[in-house]
């Protein structure tokens, strides 16, 4: 039977061990963490995220929640972009829905089978667990720290006191990949100049909020923006013990080393006489409630994203391959598309066989599609991340006048793409 591999529990790693599982390979699953669990925070997942979810078989069922019309507003309330501003020229005619701007401006539904949603992160990461079927073998508690990718062996990582070998191992331990760094060492990821706070605030004490705030949107500030979005409706959570209003704020710096309660003071202080909900939903959040995370970047991205040794090979997967501003995001809708690839390209290849050449075909597959990606999350994170005062004034009014149709391709050239057979 085909072997593999896959370094990373991570919703990357679940997705791909759950596909490769399914197309009969073994696979054995290697996390470092003592268990595997998701962030507690929350993912959009774009019409691309749910095609590839689709493609991999996967459902989210009514963990799922359609996302809500929003726009884009000045912290004093003013709107930069109406939700319900026109839609461009070639949006769609059957009555879909405008999305919210939360990640990156405000984009319109393709059509009825490319639904935006989001998902709070441990219910994905429950999901992809039941992806996983009963024949993976998982190890918790393992960290590869070596590689072995020498021509003439077979591929394999070990611990120092163990080593896996496999067909095919896939490298889905996130951005700071020990297996990248040993593969691709020119790669490195740098700051993009901003941390990220997320949070989801359980519906049993998230805030009631007066009928004329938006449900979902975005409110962008010097060098600080906070998107909003909510995972159901009071008491209408689906299948989801987990629903309520999900945020992220971000903030020029770095990360910060205080505890989590003197970053939520710091959070209020920073937002403080922003509009609605501004104040309410982190006056709501408790300290545990918050995730940080570095805004950061993958440069320059790997040349490759596969590497055939001996019979079989490595691939990058996810965050381990690329890693994009958080602006778009993508991250995890790029992760499900890089597993859909791989197990199209991988359902009927042969280690020493055709094996070799399907990753070489994932590559091309992937890497140019995800620099664009990258680069697009990159522009536009110089935009919503502004600072000057005079810079600020410009993007303002650049939104106001001409950006929406703008911002909506940059979201949709994102949001395009059709699963490999
Ligand atoms: C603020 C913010 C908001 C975001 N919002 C969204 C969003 O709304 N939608 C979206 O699609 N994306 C979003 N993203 C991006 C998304 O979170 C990531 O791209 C995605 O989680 C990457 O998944 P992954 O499985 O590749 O990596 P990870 O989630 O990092 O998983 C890697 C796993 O590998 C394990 N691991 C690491 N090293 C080793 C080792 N040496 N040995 C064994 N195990 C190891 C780790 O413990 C971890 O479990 C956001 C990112 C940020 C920062």
Redesign the pocket.
């Known amino acids: 039977m085909r072997t593999a591999v896959v370094?990373?529990?991570?919703?990357?790693?679940?997705?791909a061990a759950g596909a490769l599982a399914r197309s009969n390979w073994h696979v054995t699953l290697?996390?470092?963490?003592d268990r595997?669990r998701g962030?507690g925070?929350?993912?959009?997942?774009?019409p691309n995220?749910v095609a590839a979810l689709q493609a991999l078989g996967l459902s989210l069922g009514d963990i799922a929640f359609p996302m809500v019309a929003g726009g884009i507003r000045r912290p004093d309330g003013r709107w930069l972009v109406q939700a319900d501003v026109a839609p461009l020229d070639g949006a769609p005619a059957d009555g879909a829905q405008p999305l919210p701007t939360?990640?990156g401006g405000p984009s319109y539904q393709a059509g009825p089978h490319q639904q935006s949603v989001?998902v709070h992160?441990d219910d994905l990461h429950d999901a992809l667990m039941a992806g996983l079927g009963e024949k993976i073998e998982i190890r918790t508690g393992?960290?590869?720290?070596t590689v072995r990718a020498g021509t003439a062996e077979r591929p394999a990582?070990g611990?120092g006191k163990h080593t896996f070998e496999a067909d095919l191992i896939v490298a889905?331990?996130?951005?700071?990949?020990?297996?990248r760094r040993r593969l691709a060492p020119q790669s490195a990821v740098t700051s993009a100049g901003y941390t990220?706070?997320?949070a989801v605030i359980p519906w049993y004490r998230a805030p009631k909020l007066a009928e004329t705030v938006p449900a979902a949107g975005e409110l962008l500030g010097a060098g600080h923006r906070f998107l909003h979005a909510a995972l159901g409706g009071r008491g209408t959570s689906g299948g989801s013990t987990r629903g309520g209003i999900y945020w992220?704020a971000?903030a020029p710096g770095a990360v910060r080393p205080e505890a989590l309660a003197t970053q939520l003071t710091l959070l209020r202080r920073w937002f403080a006489d922003w509009q609605a909900p501004v104040g309410e939903l982190l006056e709501a959040t408790e300290p545990e409630d918050l995730?940080q995370?570095?805004?950061?970047e993958l440069r320059p991205l790997p040349r490759r994203f596969s590497f055939p040794v001996g019979a079989g090979g490595f691939v990058l997967?996810?965050?381990?391959?690329h890693?994009?501003t958080?602006t778009?995001?993508?991250?995890?809708?790029?992760?499900?598309e890089?597993a859909a690839t791989l197990r199209s390209l991988l359902r009927d290849a042969r280690p020493g066989e055709t094996l070799p050449l399907a990753l070489d075909e994932y590559t091309l597959a992937r890497r140019e599609r995800v620099a664009r990606v990258a680069k697009t999350s990159r522009r536009l994170g110089l935009v919503m991340q502004a600072r000057g005062r005079l810079t600020v004034r410009a993007r303002d009014t650049w939104l106001e006048r001409v950006s929406p149709r703008l911002l909506d391709r940059a979201a949709a050239s994102a949001h395009q793409w059709t699963p490999p057979p």
Request: aromatic share 4%; proline share 1%.
């Open positions: 370094v990373g529990a991570g919703v990357g790693g679940l997705a290697l996390e470092r963490g595997l962030n925070a929350a993912l959009l997942i774009w995220g939360a990640g989001v992160a393992v960290e590869v720290t990582v611990t889905a331990d996130g951005s700071r990949s020990a297996i990220s706070w997320r992220v971000t995730v995370q570095a805004g950061e997967l996810g965050d381990a391959a890693v994009a958080p778009l995001t993508q991250g995890a809708c790029l992760a499900f890089d």
